[in-house]
């Protein structure tokens, strides 16, 4: 992989043809936006979950956002099966992000998901909130490390690309447009997952448990 994309920063092959058309943050880039003046770091989820990277329940989180910034859809990815889930929420004021997400959380299963990982965006400043009120526990990458949630930020820009366009106006869509494009993205079979579809793993893993 290493060496394409060196082929790709060379000229050999044209960057416009890459999903994010090279314009991928690298790690330690400067984080302009507004932050958070305390949250639990990704540093103590090691600790809290020792078994994370093979333990099922684990999301990655995020907003995209609309038209001039506007709009935002919470996205979310369970890591081990890769299903992404999309919420819409009426802004991305903490409040409004907050409601979506524990709206959300009550219509599922208890501690069916153990924990998420955010970036330090202040649309998810409410996080003590969502952990007290449903026992989930809450982290945030460190600022400018995308590569810290590499399952989102890939299911953002495929989610872009399926229909959660920079140019849409998010309040002018529903929730049962936002839950379609995911689903179609939940319904394609993926190597990674054996050729099975994320909506397939997901669901061995909630029988199993």
Same mark, same amino acid.
Request: charged share 30%; with cysteine; proline share 4%.
């Given at each position: 992989?290493?060496?394409?994309?060196?082929?790709?920063?060379?000229?050999?092959?044209?960057?416009?043809?890459?999903?994010?058309? @090279?314009?991928?943050?690298?790690?330690?880039?400067?984080?302009?936006?507004?932050?958070?003046?305390?949250?639990?770091?990704?540093?103590?989820?090691?600790?809290?979950?020792?078994?994370?990277?093979?333990?099922?329940?684990?999301?990655?989180?995020?907003?995209? $956002?609309?038209?001039?910034?506007?709009?935002?859809?919470?996205?979310?990815?369970?890591?081990?099966?890769? $299903?992404?889930?999309?919420?819409?929420?009426?802004?991305?004021?903490?409040?409004? $992000?907050?409601?979506?997400?524990?709206?959300?959380?009550?219509?599922?299963?208890?501690?069916?998901?153990?924990?998420?990982?955010?970036?330090?965006?202040?649309?998810?400043?409410?996080?003590?909130?969502?952990?007290?009120?449903?026992?989930?526990?809450?982290?945030?990458?460190?600022?400018?490390?995308?590569?810290?949630?590499?399952?989102?930020?890939?299911?953002? @820009?495929?989610?872009?690309?399926?229909?959660?366009?920079?140019?849409?106006?998010?309040?002018?869509?529903?929730?049962?447009?936002?839950?379609?494009?995911?689903?179609?993205?939940?319904?394609?079979?993926?190597?990674?997952?054996?050729?099975?579809?994320?909506?397939?793993?997901?669901?061995?893993?909630?029988?199993?448990?």
């Amino acid at each position: 992989m290493k060496t394409l994309y060196r082929q790709f920063e060379q000229g050999i092959f044209n960057v416009k043809t890459l999903p994010m058309q @090279g314009k991928r943050k690298a790690n330690n880039t400067k984080e302009t936006r507004g932050k958070q003046s305390f949250t639990r770091n990704i540093s103590e989820r090691k600790h809290d979950y020792p078994c994370y990277d093979n333990e099922f329940g684990h999301l990655e989180g995020d907003t995209i $956002v609309g038209a001039r910034h506007k709009s935002a859809i919470i996205t979310l990815a369970e890591r081990l099966s890769k $299903v992404i889930i999309t919420l819409k929420t009426k802004s991305r004021k903490a409040k409004d $992000v907050e409601e979506a997400i524990s709206n959300w959380l009550k219509a599922i299963p208890k501690n069916l998901f153990k924990s998420i990982t955010f970036d330090c965006g202040k649309e998810f400043s409410n996080w003590k909130k969502i952990c007290n009120k449903h026992d989930i526990a809450i982290y945030f990458a460190d600022p400018g490390t995308p590569s810290q949630r590499p399952l989102n930020e890939n299911s953002n @820009g495929l989610l872009r690309r399926d229909g959660l366009l920079k140019s849409m106006d998010f309040n002018k869509v529903d929730q049962y447009f936002v839950n379609s494009v995911a689903d179609k993205r939940n319904r394609i079979p993926r190597k990674s997952l054996n050729y099975k579809t994320p909506l397939e793993v997901f669901l061995e893993y909630v029988k199993k448990d």
